[in-house]
Every structure is written in C-alpha cells, then in structure tokens.
C-alpha cells in the first residue's frame, strides 16, 4: 500500500435529504479507495440542522438551502483549517456545491464537475425546458463558484468540453468515475433469488415471477426530463407495433410521474411495462444481469453510470448515439436517435433479433469495457491531483 503522510483530504460530500445516491456513491468509493492509499481523508457534509432527513420539498426545500448555503460553508472552511501537522485539500465531490469555492480560496482544493445539464438549462440552451428564477441564480452562483476553482475536474470529455465553454476556457482533467463492485455478472439462479423479494405494489406474484424469469427490457433512470422516460414509452409502443411479442419493459428508479404512469394504465401498456421504485446496487446488478438489454435514451448526461453498469454486469445496451454515452458504450454498445422512437425502436429490435454470436461478443466487449473503469486508479488519479494542489499553495506562498 502507498502511503501520503502529511497530506488531509476533506472530500465534501452532499446533503443527506437531497438523496442524491450516484453522488453519494461517488464521495463514498472515494474514501474507500483513498483509504486504501494511506490517506488520511475525511467525508463532511452540511448537517441538517433545519432541512430534516427526509427528501426536501416545499417549506424543508428551502430550510436546507439555508443548512447547505448559509450555515455551513463557515463551519466547512474553519474545519479545514484545523490542521496540525498535515497539508489539506478539500475536494468539493459535486460541482453543485461549488457555492463553497470562495470559502477555500486559502486552502487548496479541488472541484469535480459532473455535468452542466442544469446550467446549460438556465441559460436557455434546451428548447422547451424553463427553469424558474430560484434555479436560474441557483445555476449562477454554481457557475460563479466553478469560475473561482483552483482546480476542476471533469468526468467525460463531453463536460470537460462544456466547462471550456461555459466556466473558463483551458485545459482540464478528466478521471472517469470507478465502477462500484457490486456491479459484476451474476450467475441467472443467483440473480433471480435477488429479484424475487422486489415485487413492485402494483404487480401480482404470478407477473412479477414471469417477468423476473426473463427475458425482459430494462431501463434504469429517474425523472428528470433529460431522462426522455415519456420517449422511452414511446419507442417501448413503437416497439410493440413492429414485434408483439416483444419482452416487457421493467423501469427502476423513481416512481414514474402521475401523466406518465396515467398513459400506461390507460394504455395497453398497462402489463407490459413494469414500474419499480429504485433498489439498491446489489439488487440492482441481479436486474441488469437477467435483462435482455439495457434502453437507456437519454438526451443528455454528465456520465452515463446506467450504461457502464449494465456492461460490468453482463447486459446489452441500447442507448442514444450522442457523448459522453458514447465515451462510456464504445464500440460495446449500439446507438439509436433519442428522439426519435420509432428508429430507436427499429434499433431495439435488430439487438433483440441479434445472432447469438454477435450477442457474445459484444457483452464481451462490455466486460471488458467496464473493467477499465476502476476506483482505485479513480483515486490515485486523483491523489496526484491533491499533491499538486498543495504544491502550487506552497509555491504561491
């Protein structure tokens, strides 16, 4: 093991009522990894003293605004001076904390920019999609502090490209994020012993067994419009159309939104589309190994965890032809248009009617694929960053 004495890395996680689980994901493989480096590293987050535990909504919304915004960055930057005998860098593990930035302007630190999805949003980028004042000055002071960074660090080259453009231009790391181990290929008896207990609420026993026993089509994703869940049912529709006995659709995350899940019911849809509230990642990797395939059509993304899991996990992936999906899927998975369902559709099928052959192959490939993304060299690629972080400090001085 390599050791780094003398150096203190704070990594500043993210509120607990936000739920924010991929960023959580990311804070905690972090501190593991580093820990196995020797590091002395420590994960901090906003208490919440006003906001509650629960997921922020309405009056608690706003009270954790103030937890996150106005109570704690004080207390987070007179925490990261209490250093004795050590050198420290705070690493702000999301970038929509990166209203911290100008509390650390004394101490190094180190920013990683998952994606600008919602202030390309703000800045009127995505025809149709408004966000209110609250999240345009919210957006604003993100980008403020991203502006003020000593250090940014990008997950895909698609955000490295947006940060040049909307922060600052200039040269920029990009560490792809380590895959969680609990995501590996199960043996298909192993998988479905994980998946019988999930039965959703609305589906009976004798459905939930035959869908569960495969094959079925599965996406993984939650709500938020770039998601393209109202497409996703529609190429599932189109789909039908062109192969009725196409395997049923199991969606996991979030619970589907009132219109959405009214279309389905209303529809006949309303058995072939299996909705699942989101499970955790060792239940998740048995999901991924029994399903024929992964649909995952989003419009835009930071990374693209859904389709690096699905391949670490044996899955075939259909996902959109545009980056950092393409970055993530590689020559492993294939592409379709995302906004357009009935080609999409066209492209679902032709996976679904594949040769075998052809299907071993490219789960091949997406095993191996998946391999490359590793959180220990995850970690020491950051590693390297926090030394030069407090190098240049030192140097500055």
């Known amino acids: 093991m390599s050791t780094s004495s003398g150096l203190r890395v704070v990594l500043v996680s993210n509120y607990l009522a936000d739920q924010q689980r991929s960023m959580q994901r990311f804070a905690d493989m972090l501190h593991h990894e580093l820990t196995a480096e020797g590091v002395d590293v420590q994960t901090w987050r906003a208490p919440a003293y006003l906001g509650g535990q629960r997921p922020a909504r309405g009056a608690a919304k706003w009270l954790g605004y103030v937890d996150k915004f106005v109570l704690y960055p004080p207390r987070l930057r007179h925490g990261a001076r209490q250093n004795p005998g050590s050198s420290t860098v705070v690493h702000v593990c999301d970038h929509s904390n990166a209203m911290y930035v100008p509390w650390l302007r004394r101490i190094p630190h180190v920013v990683t920019c998952h994606d600008l999805i919602a202030v390309r949003a703000a800045l009127g980028e995505f025809a149709g999609e408004r966000t209110r004042w609250s999240g345009r000055r919210l ?27 909307l922060v600052h231009p200039g040269e920029y790391d990009v560490i792809p994020p380590g895959l969680s181990p609990m995501f590996v290929s199960l043996p298909p008896d192993e998988a479905l012993e994980r998946m019988r207990p999930l039965r959703p609420a609305m589906c009976d026993p004798a459905t939930w067994a035959r869908v569960a026993s495969g094959p079925y089509l599965l996406h993984v994703g939650g709500n938020q419009w770039y998601k393209n869940r109202g497409r996703l049912v529609d190429t599932y529709r189109a789909l039908l159309e062109r192969m009725p006995a196409a395997p049923p659709l199991v969606i996991v995350g979030k ?46 993304e930071g990374f693209g965890w859904p389709v690096l899991e699905a391949m670490a996990c044996g899955c075939r992936v259909v996902t959109s032809n545009r980056a950092p999906m393409t970055e993530v899927g590689g020559d492993a998975a294939t592409y379709c248009d995302p906004e357009d369902p009935k080609s999409a559709a066209e492209v679902v099928e032709t996976v679904l009617r594949e040769p075998d052959t052809e299907r071993r192959t490219r789960v091949s490939e997406g095993l191996s694929r998946a391999g490359r993304f590793s959180g220990r060299a995850m970690a020491r690629a950051y590693l390297s960053i926090y030394h030069e972080a407090v190098d240049r400090r030192k140097h500055a001085a």
């Open 139 to 165: 957006q604003q002071m993100i980008r403020a502090g991203l502006r003020q960074a000593d250090r940014i660090v990008c997950d895909s080259d698609a955000t490295r490209r947006d940060v040049q453009r």
């Open 255 to 300: 619970p589907l939104p009132r219109d959405l899940a009214d279309v389905i019911e209303s529809s006949a849809l309303q058995n072939r589309i299996i909705a699942l509230d989101a499970v955790g990642d060792r239940e998740l990797a048995a999901i991924y190994s029994r399903a024929a395939l992964l649909l995952f059509p989003s419009l835009a």
